[in-house]
């Protein structure tokens, strides 16, 4: 149990576009998901707290008009990168939280490429 | 704010014993997590701890001290396949994740 699957598992965009990125939770209803990014050698930086039918609260230094969060059920969020920059260009992960415990299982990865 | 400290660095033998500390200080503790993570990869769950004392599962073992700040995570009869980063997180009171910078633990033959 407890299996959160994110789609696509890379992507590859011109720069200025727009990517969004599903995470879902396969057999357990995620209260809150996280969105979380990761540079190459570097450890797993928290995004934002995403709550089913509320607005992400983002972390200090993350801009919310860039990075658009809607976790409209109790199994899907999306993350979607507006007007992408190479800079942008990292490993996205998502994990979700049931209600029962602290435990928050994670995703297999978003590898992004903005070229 | 969190602040969380592990090594960067681990080399040891197979079939060794490595042993990877961490530090933290934190507002709100909740719990400490250790996670395994393969370059390219997701990370996958170790162990949990949220009261003092040593957690055994298999060939690792996590220790926790909130007294002192202080975790370690205990990999015995190292195999090549334990070559990862381990990750320390701690857990805090909104739930919220926060991860030390990683332990990338090399395996030689």
């Known amino acids: 149990g407890a299996v959160v699957s994110q789609h696509p598992s890379r992507v590859i965009c011109k720069s200025g576009t727009s990517v969004k990125i599903e995470c879902r939770s396969l057999?357990?209803?995620?209260?809150?998901m996280f969105w979380y990014r990761q540079f190459p050698k570097q450890s797993l930086m928290l995004m934002a707290t995403?709550?089913?039918?509320?607005?992400?609260?983002?972390e200090q230094g993350v801009e919310k008009d860039k990075f658009l969060i809607n976790h409209a059920s109790l199994t899907l969020s999306t993350l979607t990168v507006t007007s992408a920059h190479p800079e942008d260009s990292s490993f996205y992960i998502c994990?979700?939280?049931?209600?029962?415990?602290?435990?928050?299982?994670f995703g297999p990865g978003t590898r992004l490429t903005v070229t | 704010g969190q602040n969380i400290d592990q090594p960067t660095e681990m080399t040891a033998t197979e079939g060794a014993i490595v042993q990877i500390n961490c530090t933290y200080q934190?507002?709100?503790?909740?719990?400490l997590f250790w996670y395994q993570q393969h370059a390219g990869e997701a990370p996958t769950f170790l162990s949990y701890?949220?009261?003092?004392g040593l957690e055994e599962k298999g060939r690792f073992s996590s220790f926790l001290s909130r007294s002192k700040g202080y975790s370690y995570l205990l990999l015995k009869e190292l195999q090549m396949k334990d070559s990862a980063s381990y990750l320390c997180?701690?857990?805090?009171?909104?739930?919220?994740?926060?991860f030390g910078a990683g332990t990338t633990v090399t395996v030689r033959a």
């Open positions: 994990s979700a939280r049931d209600t029962t415990d602290y435990e928050q299982y």
């Open positions: 057999d357990f209803q995620a209260t809150t």
């Open positions: 995403s709550n089913e039918g509320s607005k992400a609260t983002y």
């Open positions: 934190t507002s709100g503790f909740n719990g």
């Open positions: 701890n949220v009261l003092d």
């Open positions: 997180a701690v857990i805090s009171n909104d739930y919220k994740l926060s």
